[in-house]
């Protein structure tokens, strides 16, 4: 089983940054991507981002492309959502999730799930 925690959310102005990391515990070997998806106020779940672990391989939806950059930290093993020039759009809890297969816009192609930091954005 995999175990993942998010951590690094808050409360920020709009145009702020933010940070998010994704740490995962326990069978880590079989992970080969790591997904973040986001649950705004009365809205679905969205797809953000994801990144494949071998080859860094990384996609964004069009809403935060070019705003937003996944990483891995080698060093630890976790994975990284820089947030930049945030808009109250950006405002939801934000879920990373851990697959055997390649990264993808699909939940259901998660097995694992962290639960999730608050992210929100002030205007």
């Known amino acids: 089983q995999v175990q993942l925690v998010e951590s690094g959310g808050g409360v920020v102005q709009v145009g702020g940054s933010l940070t998010l990391s994704c740490a995962a515990s326990?069978?880590?070997?079989?992970?080969?991507?790591i997904g973040w998806f986001r649950r705004g106020p009365g809205k679905d779940y969205e797809f953000v981002s994801y990144?494949?672990?071998?080859?860094?391989?990384?996609d964004y939806a069009s809403s935060v492309k070019g705003r937003f950059t996944i990483s891995k930290n080698y060093a630890d093993g976790t994975v990284v959502l820089q947030m930049n020039n945030l808009s109250p759009d950006d405002t939801a809890v934000y879920y990373c999730?851990?697959?055997?297969?390649?990264?993808?816009?699909?939940?259901?192609?998660?097995?694992?799930w962290g639960q999730g930091t608050q992210v929100t954005v002030t205007t």
């Open positions: 990144i494949n672990w071998g080859w860094d391989l990384t």
């Open positions: 326990g069978s880590t070997s079989g992970i080969n991507a």
């Open positions: 999730g851990a697959t055997r297969y390649g990264g993808s816009w699909l939940k259901a192609a998660y097995e694992s």
